[in-house]
């Protein structure tokens, strides 16, 4: 079963390079999510780009480290290993 419907996802870009892997719609809210290869990935221009044009209320990074952490207010790391219980923590835990 899907948590979101087909057209609540989407990947965003701008002429100007910045872009985001995936951006959901959920419950009224706006969450980013970034996929990284590196173990312990930094904020980049892009994201700031993301957060304040798109008005994310969060951005997830996901990253296969092990550490999940906080970047700034609206941003945190998450291990790919932690994922699925970080998310039970947000609106998407609730399900429909």
Do not use: C
């Not at 002429?15 to 980049?44: I, Q």
């Not at 994922?83 to 399900?95: E, H, K, M, V």
């Amino acid at each position: 079963m899907s948590v979101t419907g087909d057209r609540d996802a989407y990947f965003w870009a701008t002429h100007a390079g910045a872009e985001l892997d995936l951006m959901v719609h959920w419950r009224g809210r706006r969450y980013g999510f970034e996929f990284k290869y590196g173990d312990a990935p930094s904020l980049t221009k892009s994201m700031h780009v993301a957060l304040a044009d798109l008005k994310l209320d969060r951005l997830f990074v996901i990253h296969p480290g092990e550490d999940s952490y906080v970047m700034n207010d609206q941003t945190e790391a998450v291990s790919i290993k932690q994922l699925r219980a970080r998310l039970a923590q947000t609106d998407f835990g609730s399900g429909r």
